[in-house]
């Protein structure tokens, strides 16, 4: 977009804060991070009805998953700058851009397991019931997400 602020309205994310281009931050706007990390534990204790013990708990679960994803997004920022530091097309260029590509296949596969050990943490904390009832939650979230990428990706196709 002429403006640089691309399709998103120009919110990108730095140094562990949102910035806008023109300047302004917002502290706490992370992945399931600060803001963002607190409604989806408010909303998981007003939905669950969670002891004050739970939700304790949950909150040390997703503080230390936000705490180990700060040291890989960090090192893919530090690829990404070698890689704009060399002539694109280059052979050590091309190099690097797969190197980036199987570090960023690894992280996911990781960020995959660490998800699935989050949620078996969370669902040792909750009641038989309450498992039943976020696995619910979870379905219907992924369902919304789902929906959402559709309308998306239709939002973009210009075929016809």
């Known amino acids: 977009m002429a403006d640089g602020k691309g399709e998103h309205g ?11 281009q023109d ?10 991070g600060g803001k963002k990390g607190d409604m989806m534990i408010g909303h998981m204790t007003k939905s669950l009805d969670l002891t004050d013990a739970q939700e304790s708990a949950i909150k040390d679960v ?4 936000h705490k180990g994803a700060s040291g890989g997004h960090q090192a893919m ?3 990404l700058l070698e890689l704009e530091q060399l002539e694109s097309g280059s052979d050590a260029y091309i190099a690097k851009a797969k190197a980036i590509g199987t ?3 690894q992280a996911m596969g990781q960020r995959l397991i660490d998800q699935a050990n989050i949620e078996a943490q969370i669902k040792d904390v909750l009641t038989p019931e309450q498992v039943e009832q976020y696995q619910e939650m979870r379905s ?14 239709k939002k973009g196709d210009h075929s016809n």
């Open 23 to 32: 300047g302004g931050e917002q502290e706490g706007y992370g992945h399931k």
């Open 10 to 20: 120009g919110w990108g994310k730095m140094g562990g804060k949102a910035c806008h």
């Open 62 to 65: 997703m503080k230390g998953q």
């Open 103 to 105: 570090l960023q296949g």
């Open 140 to 153: 219907e979230m992924a369902d919304k997400r789902a929906e959402h990428m559709e309308k998306r990706g």
């Open 77 to 79: 920022a530090a690829q």
